[in-house]
Each structure stands twice: as C-alpha cells, then as structure tokens.
Nanobody, 129 residues
C-alpha cells in the first residue's frame, strides 16, 4: 500500500521541542522532494519546510526559520521535522507531502498550484501551557 504516515504530534509546552516523522511505504522517498505543511483552524495551509530531491537544498518559512529543521533519512524512508522553541502559534495539523524533483522553495510556496503525488493524514501539534 502506497502511503505517507506522519507521527510525533502531541501536546507540548511553549519553548519545548518535538520531532515529527513522515515515513513512506510502497515507494521510496529519495526520488521525491518532500515538504512539511501545516494548517491551523481558520487559516490557510502554510508550507513550513521543504527539501529538494535533486540537491538536498532546504526552504523554511520565515515563521519557523532558526527553530525548525528538516532532514531526511533515505535508508529509513523517512523525513523528519525537528521543532524547537515551539510557540502557541505553531499549533496546527502538520502534513507531509511529496512531489517529484521540485525545488524546495517552489514546493513550499506554490504548493496550492501543484498536485502532490502523496499526502499524509496529518498529525496534530498543540503548543499550550
């Protein structure tokens, strides 16, 4: 079965850290650019961080730059999003998605204009004291 499965969400206090995982099954991630997106209630979906398949270049939204880190482990067919110094405004459902050979910046910024090959089901991250 071809799918992406996110995990690692939960409740975390402001200033805390969390690592999200996105594991692929039924296909290999190394041929794809991968992105993490989030959507909070009443807000549009935001491209949080993306990594390109071609050169490994990364993109981060200004809202998370310096706090979040995207990485990929092709051996485990998994991509991670390490989130540090979390803020209440980071509360959202986080999704991963893949698209073939897309520059990381384009994938994150123009995701509404492209059809991702696969989306995960999402994992909730709640930052609250």
């Amino acid at each position: 079965q071809v799918q992406l499965v996110e995990s690692g969400g939960g409740l975390v206090r402001p200033g805390g850290s969390r690592r999200l995982s996105c594991t692929a099954s039924g296909f290999t991630l190394d041929a794809y650019s991968i992105g993490w997106f989030r959507q909070a209630p009443g807000k549009e979906r935001e491209g949080v961080s993306c990594v390109s398949s071609s050169d490994g270049s990364t993109y981060y939204a200004d809202s998370v730059k310096g706090r979040f880190t995207i990485s990929r482990d092709n051996a485990k067919n998994t991509v991670y999003l390490q989130m540090n110094s979390l803020k209440p405004e980071d509360t959202a459902v986080y999704y991963c998605a893949v698209h073939p050979s897309t520059p990381s910046r384009a994938m994150c910024i123009y995701s509404d204009d492209m059809t991702m090959d696969y989306w995960g089901q999402g994992t909730q991250v709640t930052v609250s004291s």
